[in-house]
């Protein structure tokens, strides 16, 4: 039975080899997708930043605030296209995220479970995997549309000036405001990527890198020795048939006096 536990554990030990080469394979596939994905909403985050102001400052005159909405207005469409493109394997996240809102979802089942689909308000746990983790969380929190609000009503300031209509100062608020807002999301989601891209990667380092075997360790027995025999020992010497080491765990019995072994201090051969 030993001999089959040994071949059951080398078995498992070589699953579990070619389960995380896979998920590393798979992340890798990603890696640079994602990280190009997050420096360009860290991009959109500084650009935004550095245009909304220049929107409300009055001082600078009314063309230059007109050409930081535009400006603006071309930066959030620009995040907006990022996060449509939402690196992963699925072709387009608009239709995975609606296919996860009809119910198709990854849902984690325990062993000799069946699941159920529940339709009262229970939330099933949603499955990241080492390629998909994007997408699934965009899905989510559906980042397809997450500043369709914020591109619009810029959009809409913008296209007064098209028109000629003079642009108020409640105008250039407004858009200021929904920059701000739509760099609160920028920013929420460029963490969340960024977080997770790095444990992703750190959990492929750790598939990758194998330890090294603990050294055998010799036997601890080996610098046990009968301490009664022990200069100034309160019990004196004692009667041995030999003199050398005894084997820990073993049991030496004398005639008058009870077990040997009560006399072994195990901690000596540290």
Known sequence: R??????ALEARNERARHLAMEMGSKFEGIRDLAEEFVNALN????DLHNAKGLAVERFRGEQAQVNAVSALRETLKKADASLKGTPGPHDDLEVLTMER??????VVVEPGHHHHHHRHGKKEDLVFGFDDFLQERGAEQDWYKLLARE???VTQTKAKTEKHHKLHESDYLSVYKHVNRA???LKEVEEWSRGQAKEYEAFVETFRVEEESMPRLPLSCRGL???????????????????GPLLLGSVATHGGGGG???????FRCL
């Open 183 to 185: 760099g609160v999301k």
């Open 225 to 243: 020795h009968r301490h009664h025999d022990r200069p100034g020992s309160p019990r004196g010497p004692r009667p041995t048939g030999g003199g």
């Open 101 to 106: 809102k009809h119910g198709k979802r990854h």
């Open 43 to 46: 991009t959109v985050q500084d």
């Open 151 to 153: 591109v619009r009503e």
């Open 260 to 266: 040997w072994d009560s006399d072994l201090n195990p």
């Open 2 to 7: 030993r001999v089959e536990r040994v071949k």
